[in-house]
């Protein structure tokens, strides 16, 4: 089978060479717009969150029958002829709950306990602190924005400093009681937290879920966490929220100079753990399809449900 891969590092170049010999592969280090320029007659395609698949990236893959995307997040392949072929699609599910929720205590703790100004001053030989006085998250009211992966390990964190938890979800899931987590409306969850995790998937329905009037609920002193995508929040408010915000995705890159801000490049999920995760899980999921056998995270039936609902919106 004729396979290329999109956005690739060594490492991966290394692992499905070794994993999927005697197939006929191809690597490359760019976006798939940025590297098929011509017709190719890949059989299956894999890549990651910066190759957007269009209609007219589609066009020149006339033999393709199976997509992968690398990535738990699939809004980057949104388009009509990838649904209308019935092609197979697939993404990585539930590799980057440990690497991404651990992320985002980080860039809490670095906003409630200033650690790295203290370390850059350090550095500098300054060792005054008096400005640096910071906060406890033991008692503080911790709210979680689903309930996935992520969601749910930010919740066993969260319960392990000690902190109340709160969570809005589409679904409630087990770890609701195991936890004691209150599960509240989206309204109550924002009114009530002190600190504010995002662990949504961007979608339809939740594209710019924090809107001015949601926004408008938040505790002043309140520290929202967006470690999800930035789309979730609307794009005006990245600068106009008086609130520490930890970031790790953000639809405005004009908010990163801003005091109040905290920004990391899209980072949460790169640990050695997460990324050998997503590999062997991409890798079942190629074999699965090349054995004719159902995919472990097929996303077909829920990318055509999504589709004939939003068809207006999908390019």
């Known amino acids: 089978m004729k396979i ?4 690739t590092k060594p490492e991966e170049k290394a692992f499905f060479s070794e994993a999927l010999k005697g197939h006929e592969l191809s690597f490359f280090e ?9 017709e190719a007659d890949y059989e299956a395609v894999s890549l990651f969150v910066h190759s957007r698949v269009t209609d007219e990236i589609l066009q020149k893959l006339p033999k393709l029958r199976y997509l992968q995307t690398r990535s738990t997040g699939y809004d980057h392949i949104k388009c009509r002829a990838l649904y209308e072929r019935g092609l197979v699609v697939s993404n990585v599910a539930g590799y980057g709950g440990p690497a991404v929720a ?3 205590f980080s860039l809490l703790l670095n906003a409630t306990r200033h650690t790295h100004v203290a370390l850059e001053r350090s550095k500098q030989g300054i060792f005054d602190y008096s400005d640096l006085k910071g906060i406890e998250l033991f008692g503080k009211r911790l709210g979680i924005l689903g309930l996935g992966t992520i969601g749910q390990r930010m919740a066993y964190i969260g319960k392990g400093f000690g902190m109340e938890l709160c969570a809005w979800s589409r679904t409630k899931k087990p770890i609701v009681d195991e936890l004691g987590i209150d599960f509240l409306s989206l309204d109550e969850v924002l009114s009530e937290s002190d600190v504010l995790m995002i662990a949504l998937p961007l979608t339809p329905a939740t594209e710019n879920l924090i809107d001015e009037k949601r926004a408008a609920l938040l ?3 309140a520290i929202l966490v967006n470690v999800a995508r930035g789309e979730i929040i609307e794009k005006s408010l990245y600068t106009m929220l008086p609130n520490i915000l930890c970031l790790d995705v953000t639809a405005d890159s004009a908010c990163v100079s801003r005091p109040n801000v905290l920004y990391t490049p899209h980072m949460a999920y790169y640990t050695r753990e997460a990324l050998r995760r997503i590999m062997e899980i991409s890798l079942r999921n190629l074999e ?5 056998k159902p995919l472990p995270n097929c996303l077909r039936l829920a990318c055509e449900k999504e589709y004939s609902k939003n068809i207006h919106q999908w390019k």
Request: no cysteine; glycine share 8%; proline share 0%.
């Open 4 to 7: 290329a891969f999109f956005e």
């Open 219 to 221: 505790k002043k002193e």
């Open 30 to 38: 760019g976006t798939i717009q940025e590297e098929l320029k011509a």
């Open 102 to 104: 651990e992320f985002a």
């Open 288 to 292: 699965a399809f090349i054995a004719g």
